[in-house]
């Protein structure tokens, strides 16, 4: 097609900080903006873990306020599980990583601060 700007994407793992994570044109290959996308892509997925649990609701909540609310949570967890895996798809080795740990950590934190015993009250003197 004519006027169309023709893409070439590495359609294999490569290491190097000229991907295209999710828009044209970003990191822009410099070594901070890709370091940026790092952190970017590694937040994103500690945050879609947390959100697996959360929000908690309480029992006397309205039930359709309580449908709505987990919905739209969900909605944006699995959101930012799809943006996760576009910037994966981007085949490079660090942004993999990334993503991987920042899964990994957010599970653990997650289920290390599910599993932590609940600290007793102390009486007011």
């Known amino acids: 097609m004519e006027g169309m700007p023709k ?32 952190f970017f892509v590694f937040v994103l997925a500690f945050a879609k873990e947390a959100l697996s649990v959360w929000p908690i609701i309480k029992q006397t909540t309205n039930p359709m306020v309580a449908g709505i609310t987990q919905a739209s949570v969900y909605s944006v967890q699995v959101g930012m599980g799809y943006l996760v895996m576009l910037a994966v798809m981007s085949f490079n080795v660090g942004i993999f990583i990334a993503a991987v740990a920042g899964h990994t950590f957010g599970d653990f934190v997650v289920k290390a601060s599910s599993r932590a015993p609940a600290k007793p009250s102390q009486p007011e003197v």
Not at 20 to 25: D, E, M, N, P, S
């Open 7 to 38: 893409m070439n994407m590495q359609m294999s793992f490569h290491w190097g900080n000229e991907p295209t994570i999710l828009f044209t044109g970003w990191p822009n290959q410099t070594t901070g903006m890709y370091i940026l996308a790092l």
